[in-house]
């Protein structure tokens, strides 16, 4: 559609050739049209996930603050200071990481220790109830991941998965 003909007279072949001309220019003009259109809703769609992703990277489950801060609380009331202190040191580190950072991508060592935080105060909430392996490739603790990707995961692997074995 980027090819032009040069009509040679002014007969019916050459107005032919101006129509098509034409025709040509302007499905030029709906090919760049859809082009623009799709790019801006690709544009949209994109943004749309990026939002929706950072509304996933913001939340802390409210249960599982609830249960921290309700075992801080009986914890404490019961003496056991060491262990009191142990988790609010925990919960004070996740949630300084979850400010500290402000990119959207960390490597999976520094994603692999939040977790390791996050499960450490489960088990000692829940004691000997739950335990955790981890099997990870050391060739890929230096990639770049969505930060706080994996903690929806392994909320949900403990919520859906264990949650009732506890």
């Known amino acids: 559609f980027n090819r032009t003909i ?12 101006i ?25 949209a769609e994109y943004k749309a996930l990026q939002f929706e992703y950072k509304a996933l990277q913001a ?3 409210p ?5 921290t801060l309700e075992f801080i609380n009986n914890s404490a009331m019961l003496h056991e200071t060491e262990k009191v202190s142990r988790v609010i ?4 580190h996740m949630l300084r990481e979850t400010f500290r950072n402000k990119s ?3 490597p999976l060592y520094e994603e692999i220790q939040y977790i390791e935080t996050y499960l450490e ?40 998965g264990v949650g009732n074995m506890i």
Do not use: C, W
Request: charged share 25%; glycine share 4%.
């Open 89 to 92: 040191l925990l919960l004070g």
């Open 6 to 17: 040069v009509p040679k007279g002014r007969d019916e072949i050459a107005l032919l050739a």
């Open 104 to 106: 959207d991508m960390i």
């Open 59 to 61: 939340q802390i489950n």
């Open 121 to 160: 105060i489960y088990k000692i909430v829940y004691g000997d109830k739950i335990t955790v392996d981890y099997d990870i490739d050391e060739s890929l603790l230096d990639e770049h991941v969505p930060k706080f990707i994996l903690q929806p995961i392994v909320e949900n692997a403990i919520y859906h």
């Open 63 to 67: 249960h599982f603050l609830y249960n």
């Open 19 to 43: 129509k098509f001309n034409e025709m040509a220019q302007q499905i030029r003009k709906l090919i760049d049209n859809v082009y623009k259109e799709s790019q801006l809703k690709r544009n």
